[in-house]
């Protein structure tokens, strides 16, 4: 679709969902990774969008397909912000839900025209909101 507001029905859009387990081994190998305190108790909070990215039900793929998009089409990562209303718990398996909260439109000088997708991934355990995890990817539109 090339027109501005071509997807605008996806604002809204939940996704499937799913639940994620925070593996003790994983966060060790997290902060080991990013130069932090391995045997911290609390997680590090990059494991927010790990955990939201891989309970949230779709693949990459499925994901790209609802903006007309692939990987070759060369998706970049855009924003991200991720806000924890309680501390992670390794050990716990969240429940993990989300949605797509915004499409833009943008052209730029040198990039080309592009649409940028907002997307927010919620952590819930017992009941108990976590964390949130804004995202935005980018997508180019060579062809509009």
């Keep these: 679709m090339s027109e501005p507001d071509g997807y605008a029905d996806r604002v809204g859009r939940e996704f499937p969902g799913g639940e994620y ?3 003790p081994w994983r966060a060790w190998l997290t902060a080991d990774a990013l130069l932090d305190d ?14 939201g990215v891989s309970g949230w039900g779709l693949t ?5 397909a609802w903006f007309d998009a692939t990987a070759d089409d060369g998706p970049m990562f855009g ?3 991720t806000t ?4 992670l718990r390794m050990g716990a398996t969240y429940r993990v839900s989300g949605r797509v909260v915004s499409v833009e439109r943008k052209v730029g000088r040198k990039a080309g025209t592009m649409d940028i997708v907002g997307y927010e991934l919620d952590l819930h355990l017992a009941g108990d909101h976590v ?3 804004f995202n935005s990817i980018i997508f180019p539109r060579r062809s509009a």
Excluded: G, I
Aim: net charge negative; with cysteine.
């Design 84 to 87: 924890l209303y309680r501390p």
């Design 38 to 51: 391995p045997y911290d108790e609390v997680p590090h909070p990059v494991l927010a969008w790990m955990a």
């Design 21 to 23: 387990t925070l593996a």
């Design 60 to 64: 990459w793929d499925e994901f790209f």
């Design 131 to 133: 964390a949130r995890c």
């Design 79 to 81: 924003e991200h912000r």
